[in-house]
């Protein structure tokens, strides 16, 4: 079939065609083709358990658990209507059998004592087409939402906008720092779009992850990738890292703190509680040396008997600064810090090894050489 004919819809993890002899419109599933993609490690286990639960995605935004309640035969990947607050949705099946269970758990949902909704019944075709047609109404429904928004000078921002499967209703994510009233708003937005609207405030890292992008490590965003929790980021990550607290270097394209920074967080603090706090310069026997800097992964520190430069710096493991410091308090300096092996630069290897990076090119031939070679063969002619 010609790519240009698909449409990959990765907000829901499908691929849309249509089909060149009935023109009917056919969507298949695509297991990595989504930010809340799963992966099921236990699919080649069947013990019998979470049998009628199936996980079941949405947007990139939701998915949620439904208990199969159709009577048909359901398996991951197919389309599926279930029931929604009102009327009702078409959404993909994700995960089934014994991962359920590890799903309910993560979530801490108890299923002895949680109330499902309801599986009804495998999409047909009048159902997907009618679920295409919402899905296209959602880009230009938020841009004009967004125009209502402003023309009604309400301090929010509309970042996505989500159908349900039957087109009768639609959920407006929106952005705004304080409290909105928008009682008025939804009134409007009934009027303007003929739909049940339920507005849901989202944050600066959500919208981001919904919008999607680049970030400064040439990489998705995090946010737009595989995040879909989000916990709380502080200064206190960036200063365990020793990293710079420049705002500009330390902000995402949300305008917060990075995800990132929590990232390696429990590496540093590992490696910190190994580093012996220096409050005081280390006492020698030639002098004082000042601490300049610390590699917190490779627990080495870096002293100088100038407190004010780094020309000249000794590094010493940590467990031997902690000796060093039991030593003093006990009146006792070791020997010159002088001594020290001076740390050795780090050699650059290419990704090949160790060959010239210029070994395809074509050797130089010696300036001369024919010259050479041509009066030699004049001399020869001549004595012969």
């Given at each position: 079939m010609d790519n240009e004919t698909i449409n990959y819809d990765c907000n829901r993890g499908c691929a849309v065609t249509?089909?060149?002899?009935?023109?009917?419109t056919v969507c298949t599933y695509r297991p990595g083709c989504c930010k809340l993609s799963d992966n099921n490690f236990l699919k080649r286990v069947s013990d019998g358990t979470f049998g009628d639960l199936f996980e079941v995605r949405f947007k990139n935004t939701r998915k949620a658990i439904f208990v199969n309640d159709s009577g048909q035969n359901v398996k991951i990947g197919d389309m599926v209507i279930v029931e929604a607050q009102s009327g009702h949705d078409l959404g993909i099946v994700t995960l089934e059998g014994p991962v359920v269970g590890r799903q309910l758990k993560s979530r801490g949902i108890d299923p002895e004592n949680t109330v499902f909704r309801k599986i009804y019944r495998k999409a047909r075709q009048n159902d997907i087409e009618k679920w295409q047609e919402a899905i296209a109404r959602e880009q230009e429904t938020m841009i004009q939402a967004r125009r209502i928004a402003t023309e009604m000078g309400l301090e929010m921002k509309i970042g996505d906008v989500e159908f349900q499967g039957d087109g009768?209703?639609?959920?407006f994510y929106y952005i705004a720092d304080g409290r909105v009233d928008f009682r008025q708003l939804i009134k409007v937005f009934a009027e303007e779009f003929r739909?049940?609207?339920?507005?849901?405030?989202?944050g600066a890292r959500q919208e981001a992850g919904l919008i999607g992008g680049l970030g400064i490590c040439g990489r998705e965003l995090c946010c737009a990738n595989y995040i879909s929790s989000f916990q709380s980021i502080s200064t206190s990550a960036a200063r365990c890292q020793d990293l710079s607290l420049n705002p500009q270097k330390l902000?995402?394209?949300c305008g917060k703190l990075k995800c990132c920074l929590n990232y390696e967080v429990a590496n540093?603090?590992?490696?910190?509680?190994?580093i012996p706090r220096v409050s005081e310069p280390l006492e020698f026997e030639d002098g004082q040396a000042f601490l300049r800097k610390t590699d917190i992964l490779a627990e080495v520190m870096y002293f100088s008997y100038d407190k004010t430069s780094d020309a000249a710096l000794y590094p010493l493991d940590a467990s031997e600064v902690r000796e060093i410091i039991k030593m003093n308090r006990n009146g006792i300096k070791p020997e010159s810090l002088r001594n020290e092996p001076e740390p050795a630069s780090p050699e650059f290897v290419t990704s090949v090894g160790d060959d010239s990076i210029s070994r395809f090119d074509a050797p130089k031939r010696k300036k001369g050489s024919s010259k050479n070679r041509r009066k030699r063969s004049r001399k020869q002619q001549k004595e012969q």
């Open positions: 249509t089909d060149p002899q009935t023109g009917e009768t209703k639609a959920i739909i049940r609207i339920e507005m849901k405030q989202i902000a995402g394209q540093y603090l590992d490696a910190q509680s190994r």
